[in-house]
């Protein structure tokens, strides 16, 4: 059964980093198209980065410059590289799959895929 594992979350200062790594069963890391999503507290769940195989990556335009997507074939992982995290990053951050990926323009909709994690929670503090 497809199997998304989010870790690395966790508490740190304004201006820290952190990496989040999703973990995938076989069947689900082999989606093409993989992407991070968070959901602050009151808020609607938001797209932060995308992943495609053949596309290259989609960032959100609040975390561009400082976010990376990134996957490690080797280690069936994916990952998002967090730098210079500021006081609104704080969320649940949650792994996405697609059985088929996402259309023209729609990296960061999560009407688009189909498989999710549990989510880590990120707090960023002052």
């Known amino acids: 059964q497809a199997q998304l594992v989010e870790s690395g979350g966790g508490s740190v200062q304004a201006g820290g980093s952190l990496r989040l790594s999703c973990g995938a069963s076989?069947?689900?890391?082999?989606?093409?198209?993989m992407a991070w999503f968070r959901q602050a507290p009151g808020k609607e769940r938001e797209g932060v980065a995308s992943f495609t195989t053949y596309n290259g990556n989609t960032y959100a335009d609040s975390v561009k410059g400082r976010f990376t997507i990134s996957k490690d074939n080797g280690k069936s992982t994916l990952y998002l590289q967090m730098n210079n995290l500021k006081l609104e990053d704080t969320a649940v951050y949650y792994c996405?799959?697609?059985?088929?990926?996402?259309?023209?323009?729609?990296?960061?909709?999560?009407?688009?895929?189909?498989?999710w994690g549990q989510g880590t929670q990120v707090t960023v503090s002052s």
């Open positions: 996405a799959a697609a059985d088929y990926c996402p259309r023209r323009g729609r990296a960061l909709d999560q009407a688009e895929y189909n498989l």
């Open positions: 076989t069947y689900a890391y082999g989606r093409h198209c």
